[in-house]
């Protein structure tokens, strides 16, 4: 992960839009503080007999924590047209634990970052979760040239608000099992 990062901003004003858009829980999950080893099992995770049956304890762990969410709201950067290493490695340490559940994936880049949420999008449909809803926030290139580490979220993804008050409400329908399509603003 990058030294002067800006993702904590952001995915602490997207879970603020989402604690004002729907009910329930929202918990900021930092894959800084998940240090999950490159390929660390012996087995494969689609290969574990029982949810959480693993040989070490940062996958137990990890384990615990994806079980115990309902859904996903995913916030990522686009490096390079994809999405980084870490959040692939955290998503293939599991398996089984993703599975059914709904997400929601927010992109940020210079153009909104649409081709590393296509190829997250994928990914999320092999681990056979419910995928809703894409928000792609743009950044000026100069923002992203400066890497200061800093950024006003709020200010900067204010006319992204309303997209995204409308991806929760996609999400919060997914998760309630309604079979409303399309949802009703």
Not at 34 to 56: F, H, R, S
Not at 114 to 125: E, P, S, W, Y
């Amino acid at each position: 992960m990058r030294a002067k990062r800006i993702g904590p901003e952001i995915a602490g004003w997207v879970a603020k839009v989402g604690r004002e858009t729907i009910a329930g829980d929202i918990e900021i999950v930092d894959l800084k503080d998940w240090p999950l080893p490159m390929d660390d099992e012996p087995g494969i995770p689609a290969g574990v007999p029982k949810l959480g049956d693993y040989t070490n304890e940062h996958t137990r762990a990890w384990s615990r924590k994806i079980a115990g969410a309902n859904a996903f709201v995913f916030v990522t950067p686009q490096y390079n047209w994809g999405y980084p290493a870490p959040l692939k490695n955290a998503l293939d340490h599991l398996y089984t634990e993703w599975s059914g559940k709904p997400a929601m994936i927010v992109s940020y880049g210079s153009r909104g970052g649409g081709k590393c949420a296509v190829q997250l999008r994928q990914v999320l449909n092999g681990l056979h979760m419910k995928p809703v809803a894409n928000v792609g926030l743009k950044l000026p290139r100069a923002h992203i040239e400066a890497n200061t580490g800093t950024i006003e979220p709020a200010k900067q993804f204010a006319s992204h608000a309303k997209t995204l008050k409308r991806a929760y409400t996609e999400l919060s329908v997914a998760l309630s099992g309604m079979r409303r399509w399309p949802p009703r603003w």
